[in-house]
Each structure stands twice: as C-alpha cells, then as structure tokens.
C-alpha cells in the first residue's frame, strides 16, 4: 500500500516507541532483582546489578505484603465470579426472558453505564458508613459486582445468539434454568473469559474506592499498599524492595495479560466497540 | 435490584447530601442547610465581573460558536441543540468565566476553582494528545504480520498495570538524581529537569506518563476500527490515483468516525477522573499546579470531614461530565442518526 521508504522509517519510529514503552517494565524487573546496597551508588541499570532474590524474600517473610496480596486476591476473585454470575443471569433475563418491569429495568441500567465512578465515591462511602461497614472485604467487593458494563456487554451477547438452539430445547421439555445452565452458559464462555479478565484487572488495579474504604493498614489491597509506600521518595534506600512490591503488584496481571491477550483485546472492542 | 443501590442511588444520595452538612467525624448529625455547599462552592465575597479576566480563554471559548453554526447549517444539529450550545457557550465564557474576587474579595472555596481549573487543563491537553497518538500508533500497526501483533501487544502492556505501580516506575524514573531520565539528560550533556516539581512542567508531565499508560487502550479499538474498513475502498482509490493523504482524509476517516467519536467522549471522560497518578506522585503540588477535582473534593471529605460539601461538588463534576459527554454525542454523531 505505501512506498517503501515511508515503510522503513514507519518501521524505524515504531521501533522506538517500543523501547520507550518496554525499558520502564524491564528497568522495574531488573531493580527488583538488584542487590540494594549496589542501588545506592547506581540505579540506571537495565539489567540487575549483583543479582538477588533477596528483595522478593524479604518481602515475603516480614511485613504486610502478603496480606495485602492475599487481601488482593480475595476481592479480586471474589469481585470476578460475583460479576460474571450476575451479568450472565442478568444479561440472559434482559435478552429473553420477558417479564414485568423490564421495560423500565433495561434503561436503568443503561443509565448506571453513563455514571461515572469516580465522582459517586463520597455517597457511596456514606452508604456503607451508616452500615459501619468499612474495613471488610465485602465493602470492597459489593460496589463493584454491580457492573453495568457486564450486563449490557451479556445481554448483547445474548441476543445475538439465534432463537433455534432455545425452541429446540423447549421442544425436549428443557425448564429454562436448564436452557440457561446447559445452553446459553456453554455458548457464552468466551464473552464470559473477556468480561471476566477485564473485570479482574479492573478491580485488581482500583484505588479510590479502596483507599477511602479499607484505611486499616491491614485491609489495603496490594495496590493502595504499594501508593502508601510512596509518601517519600526521597528515601530510596530500600529501592530493591519498592520495585519488587511493584512487581508483585503487577506480575499477575501481566501473566494474565500475555496468557489471554487475545481475550483481553477482542473483550475492549466488545465493551466499547460495539455500544 | 443490585444496580439500583450501588449506582443509581448513589447519584440521588448525592445530590440530597448536597443540601446537607454533615461531619465525617460525627457522622449521625446532620443538618439541613439548603443551598449553603453549592453557594460556598462557586461564589465568593467581593466580586466583580469585569470583561477582560481571562480573555484570551473565553475569546477561544466564544468562538466555539463558529463551528456549531457551520454544523447547524450542513444539517448536521439540530436548531434547539444550536441555540443551547450558544446560549451555553456565550454563558460560561462570555458572562461566568468573567467573575472574579475584586479588590479585598475572596472565593468562598480557594481551591475549588483552581483544581476544577486544573483538571479541564488536563482534559485540554491529554484528549487530544492521547487520541491523536493512538490514532497515529493504529494507522502505523494496521497492517499484517507477526511483528505488529507483538507492538500491539507492548504497547498495550502498561494499560494492566495498576496506578500505583505506574506511579512507582515513574517517579523514580523521572527523578533527576535516579532516573534514567536523568542519567540519558547528562549523557548528551544537559542538565537533568526536575519534571515533577517545576510548575510549568509538572503537568504535561503527567499527560506523558498517561500517554504510556492508557495509549494501547485506545490503539487497539482504532485497531477494531480499521478493520471494518473495506480494504477495496483503498484499491479503487488508488487505482483514480488518489495519494495517501486524500486516501486518510475521505476514505479512513469517514469509515472511523464512530469509532473516533466513542474513543474521545471515553478518553474525556476518563480525563476527568484523574486523580491517583497526580495525588500520589505530587500530592497535587508544585503549588498546587496539578491539584485536581477529585482530590479536592477526596480532601474536602476525609481531611476536612465536610461530606455534605464534598457530596455537593460530586454533584458538580457528575453534571459537567455528563453535559459534556451529551453534547459530544449530539454534535459528532448529528449525521447518523
């Protein structure tokens, strides 16, 4: 399509951008694997200086980083199977089953797609204040499972898939819970997989809702964690280990990522693309 | 039912707050106080309008009403939404933006402003930054082979990480003593820039690191984009000898303006929300240059205990958001529907 010149040097200046986009991960990775007395004369290393797992141990053995991880890895999953359940059923209710009140229910929901998080924190946290409920994983975990995202996303998905499959089944005498369980969840595994990712990392990466709700060191997850830590930059003696909390923080996700990318990108173009 | 009391309520919550005030640290009291948050909000004592403050701004923000009209006469805008947007536009910038604290007057709220000030000078500078490169990484990676799957997949990279370990890699990689930055600056004979505490830098600094981070999102749904453009529109183009331009402005852009629309009212919406890179890489510092709305009102509830208050000033930034997501679907979108 385009002349070859034009072709190497688009070549040229991709290739630049991704050593911009790639040297600060791999410059994370190799601090985290550096010895931390050898970063207090030099930290502009790309690979480790005096290689060691030290900081990763350290960081284990004492400390709150695994139960911040831990903390982490409950909200997280709990926050993804909670969301994927709802918005399956959900989504399947809105595309098939008619019944009363839907036609008031469908652009409520619409609706929440249009409120923005960020700027709804305060009642939100009033709500759980009244309850006393703050501190527990729990308040972590409510807010996010009502996702309006994933249910547009399922009832889309839902409604695509063709009336045949579903009259064929009532023909056998299927109830509809056995449809939904036996024919639809099966069907809809890879929306499931895409929605579920995105899910994750979203509430693996959250920050204001857990800073204004978990403020007991103990209930911090590894994200609000790891921006605690960061008061005070100007004491970088323990770099070593402020880069391997920062790996720990991000290593899942990563992993994640490159095992489902394709998931990953065909689930961004579903929940966005396709409003 | 799960939907209405985590995310519908809330907004309703809100707004009746705003009519309240109530105390974080004494939070079964509370008062109803009417108006009083939304007039501590934006009014002050001592002002005056003069027609001169801010100038420059509000001349750019008047002349908004050119394209409207040019809009309205392709048939692209409805009559109604023309005379909104003029009303609208001659209201913020001709007449608000020209309120200010007179001689010995003062804001109610110091900070309200500013840090709402703030975070539409983010919006103005990262929406078309972020965009506009992500539109520029898609049109380079739309092409087949092994090599873009892997760009593609690096420069989405980042988007996964959290904000606090993008905070983490920059910071230090920003820091004029340890950075690499820093070490890349003296190598080629310059001095190392403290980015992060010069006033005038340290905003367009934290567009840059949100470029990193967040530009793969938006390559890959311009991605999802071209690919729905017919590839034979091209052939045929070139073969009437139609050259590379011609070819991005009428067949490339047109075939992605849905796409283009969705990517800059999520890019301005997600802009508005800005708050972790900035609240915990400079706490809104240097002298308050990159205080924020949402830290502001974060402050205002958990450092002042004013939830009353800090509710009233949600409802602010919800309505503004909104609005501008609103009037973005009417004014681009005006030929589909």
Known sequence: MSSRPTRTIGYAILTALAAVWIIPLIWMFSLALSDNDALARDTTNLLPVQATTDNFVTLLESGRTPGWLFNSVVVTVATTVFTLILSAMAGYAFARIPFKGKRIAFPLVLAGLMVPKEAMFIPLFLIFAD???????????????????????????????????????????????????????????????????????????????????????????????????????????????????????????????FIFQRQVIRGISMGSGSK | MVYLIFILYPVIQAVWMGFYERDLLSLDRQEFIGVDNYVEMFWGDGLVWKAGTMWPWRIIGLLGIIPAVVAFRRGRLRAGSLVAIIIGLIAVFGVIMGIHPGEGGRWNDSQFWPSFGNTLVFVIMSTPVIVGVGLAMALALNRPGRLVGVLRTLFFAPYVLSVSVLTLIWAFLLSPQLGLIGAFWRSIGLEP????????????????????????????????GLQDIDESQYEAASLDGANGWQRFRHITVPG?????????????????????????????????????????????AFRDAQLGYASAMSVFLFVVMVGVSALQFNFMGGDNR
């Open chain 1, 131 to 257: 309850f006393e409920q703050h501190n527990t994983y729990h308040a972590l975990v409510l807010p996010r499972i009502a996702a309006p995202l994933g249910v547009f996303i399922m009832t889309q998905f839902f409604s695509e898939i063709p009336g045949e499959f579903e009259e064929a089944a009532v023909i056998d005498g299927a109830s509809r819970w056995t449809i939904f369980r036996r024919i639809m969840l099966p069907m809809s595994v890879p929306a499931l997989t895409a929605l579920g990712i995105f899910t994750f990392v979203q509430t693996w990466n959250d920050y204001l809702w857990p800073l204004v709700s978990a403020t007991d060191p103990d209930m911090f997850t590894i994200t609000t964690g790891l921006a605690s830590r960061q008061g005070n930059f100007a004491q970088a003696s323990a770099l070593g280990d402020l880069m391997a909390q920062g790996v720990f923080a991000s290593a899942p996700l990563l992993i994640l990522f």
């Open chain 2, 256 to 300: 992605l303006r849905r796409t283009l629309l969705l990517i800059t009212v999520l890019q301005i919406i997600a802009s508005f929300q800005i708050f972790g890179q900035v609240f915990i890489l400079t706490r809104g510092g240097p002298n308050g240059a990159t205080r924020v709305s949402i830290q502001h009102i974060y402050e205002a």
């Open chain 2, 193 to 224: 820039v403290s980015w992060l505490t010069d006033p005038s830098l340290a905003m367009p600094t934290i567009v840059a690191l949100t470029l990193w981070w967040t530009v793969g999102f938006n390559v890959v749904l311009f991605l999802a």
